[in-house]
């Protein structure tokens, strides 16, 4: 008889259930201010953008019809003023060849410096910056707000951080009426806005714009830059190993340890960071640089600059924090070859198209007719007979002047033969106007068989402007 083996189960205890959570709770950034040559940078792009950003719709434009707004988007007459220009929705070729120059410098600028743009001139950052000035001169600096954050209710915190929101919403509101001053006359809505009588569209695009300047600098912060920005997603793509980025040097730093400043630290095996974590303060994304190159990195340079002066302090050489490329720093490359290593194939792609797109931009805007015309066919009638024998088809043209003075403009139709303008052909258009003229053109009963026969309007301006719209003439059967 066979044995049988009887196996013996063994109940094993249950593992204890762990919930991992996919969702990282949110840790407040506290930046300790930092003082340095990229902090007098950043603070030199703070006062440049916001003098153009709040100065440019208070700027005005002598026409010889008395000045106006110099820059004005004014979307409700459907006319973009800017400086000399005078531009319709159809010149709108130029705000998207305008637009696709913008990216094409910001691929260009990202792959020679990285995320510069980020750390110095992005609204974002530049906000931010304003908003931490504020919270610094009302709360104090780091050591200051996190105690002061931990602390209990009191009537300092609630007048410190009243304070500080107080001045927050000023800022904000100012930036929400600027901002909407760039698409209606930024005077009435700044006298409108003070007499609390802005008409409903206006108060909400200065309340929305309001907020999202409060919420992203005052609150989001870093979280813009992290989670929500899509250049930070796809910079990476801009990046190789020539493209200059903050860098910590680890070959030089580590091994990382505290020592004393007359210490001999290579005879005790450490490397130049003294582990002090000030870098790991004063960035306000929260990262630590030492970790090697992180997306949340925005190269803003505040490590490097409060590094250089722990450098400083220790009697050490600067630039264990530094901007330096991937090459640079695996082949112990100096500056002058990250400098000749500038111009690399991409870089040249990238500036030989902007250099194109900009030349090409400027010499049609250079040459472009200031008339604009628009044939619009009147759908009530296709075609008729009127007294003579003769056939009429009606249109509607739309008439649009680019220049700062009245015009003159006489109108013309051609195409088939004995094809002749039976209203006034003539029509006088405001400065910067555009108006709607009904044009009735006529042709001989016969002149051309039945159906649809192509057309040209032509419009001629005084000053030499021509223009030639296409069109059709209904013959009925
Ligand atoms: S600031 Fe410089 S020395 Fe201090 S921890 Fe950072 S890298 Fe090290
Ligand atoms: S790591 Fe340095 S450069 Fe990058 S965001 Fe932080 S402080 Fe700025």
Redesign the pocket.
């Known amino acids: 008889m066979q044995h049988q083996k009887v196996i013996p189960i063994v109940p094993v205890p249950a593992a204890p259930e762990e919930t991992v959570s996919l969702y990282e709770a949110h840790k407040k950034v506290y930046p300790r201010s930092v003082t340095g040559l990229f902090a007098r940078w950043r603070w030199a792009f703070v006062w440049l953008t916001q003098i153009v950003f709040y100065g440019l719709p208070w700027l005005s434009w002598g026409t010889e019809n008395g000045s106006r707004q110099a820059v004005l988007f004014d979307l409700a007459a459907r006319r973009f003023y800017l400086f000399g220009e005078v531009l319709y929705p159809q010149d709108f070729i130029y705000l998207t060849g305008l637009l696709v120059a913008s990216a094409l410098l910001l691929f260009l600028f990202t792959a020679v410096a990285g995320r510069l743009w980020c750390g110095f001139a992005c609204p974002q950052t530049v906000y931010t910056e304003i908003f931490l000035w504020i919270e610094r001169h009302v709360e104090g600096d780091r050591p200051q707000r996190l105690k002061l954050d931990g602390s209990s209710f009191s009537t300092e915190k609630l007048v410190k951080k009243s304070f500080k929101h107080l001045a927050w919403m000023s800022v904000a509101m100012w930036t929400g009426v600027t901002f909407v001053g760039y698409f209606t006359p930024v005077r009435e809505l700044g006298m409108e806005f003070l007499q609390t009588r802005m008409d409903s569209w206006e108060v909400f695009w200065v309340f929305f714009y309001a907020a999202a300047t409060y919420g992203n600098a005052g609150f989001l912060r870093e979280q813009v830059c992290k989670y929500m920005c899509p250049y930070a997603r796809f910079q990476s793509a801009m990046f190789d190993k020539d493209t200059l980025i903050v860098s ?1 040097d680890a070959a030089r ?1 580590d091994p ?1 340890g505290t020592r004393g400043r007359r210490d001999d630290f290579q005879a005790r095996g450490l490397g ?9 303060q004063v960035c306000p994304t929260g990262i630590d ?2 970790n090697g190159l992180q997306y949340e990195c925005i190269s803003c340079a505040a ?1 490097v600059d ?2 250089d002066t ?2 400083d302090k220790m009697e050490y050489p600067r630039g ?2 530094r901007f330096s490329t991937q090459q640079a720093l695996d082949k112990g490359w100096t500056g002058r070859d990250i400098v000749r290593r500038v111009l690399r194939p991409r870089i040249l792609v990238y500036a030989t198209v902007l250099a194109a797109l900009c030349m090409g931009l400027a010499i049609s805007l250079a040459l472009r007719t200031p008339l604009r015309v628009d044939v619009v066919r009147d759908r009530a009638s296709l075609a008729r007979i009127v007294a003579g024998g003769k056939l009429e088809n009606v249109y509607r043209l739309q008439v649009m002047n680019a220049t700062e003075e009245t015009q003159r403009y006489r109108i013309g139709a051609e195409g088939l033969p004995g094809l002749a303008i039976a209203s006034d052909d003539e029509v006088s258009v405001g400065p910067a106007e555009s108006r709607w003229v009904a044009v009735r053109l006529q042709l001989p009963y016969g002149a051309a068989p039945a159906g649809s026969h192509a057309i040209h309007f032509t419009i001629e301006g005084q000053g030499g402007a021509h223009v030639r719209e296409k069109s059709v003439f209904i013959v009925p059967r």
């Open positions: 910590y730093g990382r130049s960071c003294i582990d002090c974590g000030l870098c790991v640089i030492r490590c409060v590094c722990v450098m264990l924090i």
